[in-house]
């Protein structure tokens, strides 16, 4: 079983910055993958970025340059540092786990165990 706690997200000007972050427990937190999806309304929830080990990264390419992920073992937390928001970026944001070691970062949410409870971004123009 793993717990995951988003938090970080509010409200920004377009241009603005924010770092999400994703606290994990219940599992050796080196384990296993860890994503960030978002969801906005009326929309599926797609993926943003993924994180394999510590340095293993993949993109959305509509992300690609605006958005970092990073991993912080010892405090078994993953962040997801935003830059140059748009209004596009609008949505609530998912961190996941997938826990089965997958070689690859995996893009689809139905390849994510565990979720958290989402964190609220808006931005405005």
């Known amino acids: 079983q793993v717990q995951l706690v988003e938090s970080g997200g509010g409200s920004v000007q377009a241009g603005g910055s924010l770092r999400l972050s994703c606290a994990a427990s219940?599992?050796?937190?080196?384990?296993?993958?860890m994503g960030w999806f978002r969801q906005a309304p009326g929309k599926e929830r797609e993926f943003v970025a993924g994180?394999?080990?510590?340095?293993?990264?993949k993109y959305a390419d509509s992300v690609m340059g605006r958005f970092t992920i990073s991993r912080d073992s010892a405090k078994n937390t993953v962040y997801l540092q935003i830059y140059n928001l748009k209004p596009e970026d609008t949505a609530v944001y998912y961190c996941?786990?997938?826990?089965?070691?997958?070689?690859?970062?995996?893009?689809?949410?139905?390849?994510?165990?565990?979720w958290g409870q989402g964190t609220q971004v808006t931005v405005s123009s």
């Open positions: 996941a786990a997938d826990l089965k070691a997958s070689w690859d970062v995996r893009v689809l949410p139905s390849e994510y165990d565990y």
């Open positions: 219940g599992r050796p937190f080196s384990g296993y993958n």
């Open positions: 994180i394999r080990g510590s340095d293993i990264t």
